[in-house]
């Protein structure tokens, strides 16, 4: 009896056995797809370690007109169910301060208007000891009464584009020399970032001071492809709009030849820049070697871009000359003159009004101002009897 009890209990056990191992590999099966398929999210959490910079190799990151453009010029404007912007700042009598389109505005209870003018004689030299009373302002052909002039080294925020099209593969050495140069000439205030375009515009340094991560930038570069030009200024115009801290604002331009890929007009993107309140653009032609009739576009269109917005363009005979014009347009910016008017025709009323500013100072014999061409008034919602300008 108790050999049968012991065969009996030996049995159970054997049974138990195989019940429990069958129910562990059930559970093992439903549970492994479910293990499998948090691995990867596990692995996604985990952070990754950064690659090495590698200064021969460009930066991988999305285009500036995709990712980093506040004002994207070539999508359509958001819809209006986005996210409402910060109310603006309380208005307060004679406050200089950033509007909501990203333009630099004079708060007071009359239209002011802002202008950075640059003033040379007959040889290209620059003036620097005018006084208010040397000064004459037109709006729309009206003359218009000046409240001050300001001469000073104030910081501005820049954005530096470098051409990075094919063509430029045997010239980009002497350009980032020249924009270092630059930089470096330049007021150790500035911020500045750098953008290197061709097809596309990439922002491979976002605002800073640092020259030491300026060069860093210009240093991504993979010279390939076209130039679209035109885009480029349009997106960091509005990089200049959106991020900007300081007043002055800049674009300095460096390129070999004329735009043959932007989705904008050449007249788009300057009623970009000027829709946004402007950046001065300075330009730099490297149209040496350019084909002919491909430099004699991009001469033109250049001198138009800069003749616009009150910079300039210049064109070098050769590497050599790239060092010498960007030390050019340094001292050119730390020179300038900053005017401010009284507008006679009210904001409120919108539009676009045409600007001309002449100096006369005897001791200098004639000059020459740049300036802005024009503007758009852009009246805002705002209490009664407070107007806004926009430079």
């Avoid at 001071?209 to 240093?219: F, I, K, Q, Y």
Wanted: aromatic fraction near 6%; charge should be negative.
């Amino acid at each position: 009896m108790f050999t049968a009890f012991l065969t009996n209990l030996r049995s159970l056990r054997s049974i138990s056995f195989r019940t429990i191992s069958l129910a562990a590999v059930l559970l093992l099966c439903s549970a492994g797809p479910r293990l499998r398929a948090q691995e990867p999210a596990a692995q996604a959490q985990s952070p990754t370690q950064a690659p090495a910079w590698n200064p021969a190799q460009p930066e991988t990151q999305p285009p500036l007109n995709v990712d980093r453009d506040p004002v994207p010029s070539l999508a359509p404007p958001p819809s209006a169910a986005a996210a409402a912007p910060a109310p603006p700042a309380p208005n307060t009598a004679g406050q200089l301060r950033k509007n909501q389109n990203g333009m630099y505005v004079y708060r007071t209870n009359v239209d002011e208007v802002l202008l950075n003018c640059t003033v040379v004689d007959e040889k290209g030299r620059i003036v620097t000891d005018l006084t208010p009373r040397d000064f004459r302002v037109w709006e729309d052909g009206v003359p218009e009464r000046i409240n001050s002039v300001e001469h000073e080294d104030s910081p501005v925020s820049m954005g530096i584009l470098v051409d990075n099209s094919g063509s430029m593969r045997d010239k980009r050495a002497a350009v980032n020399e020249a924009a270092m140069n630059f930089l470096e000439a330049s007021n150790p205030l500035d911020e500045s970032f750098i953008v290197n375009f061709s097809e596309r515009a990439y922002l491979d340094q976002g605002f800073t001071t640092s020259l030491t991560a300026l060069d860093r930038g210009l240093s991504h570069f993979d010279p390939h492809g076209t130039t679209a030009l035109y885009d480029a200024v349009a997106v960091s115009a509005g990089e200049l709009a959106k991020y900007g801290k300081n007043r002055s604002q800049v674009i300095l331009i460096i390129t070999d030849g004329a735009d043959n890929a932007s989705e904008l007009t050449l007249q788009q993107a300057i009623r970009r820049v000027q829709n946004l309140g402007g950046p001065v653009v300075y330009s730099i032609g490297l149209t040496y070697e350019t084909p002919r009739e491909e430099a004699i576009r991009a001469r033109d269109a250049l001198e138009t871009l800069s003749g616009e917005t009150g910079g300039v363009a210049y064109f070098a005979n050769s590497p050599d000359d790239v060092s010498r014009i960007a030390a050019e347009v340094a001292h050119d910016i730390r020179e300038q003159y900053v005017i401010d008017y009284h507008s006679s025709r009210p904001f409120s009323l919108g539009g676009y009004r045409t600007v001309r500013v002449e100096a006369s100072a005897p001791r200098h014999g004639q000059l020459f101002v740049r300036t802005i061409r024009g503007y758009y008034a852009k009246p805002e919602a705002q209490p009664q009897g407070v107007q806004e300008a926009s430079q």
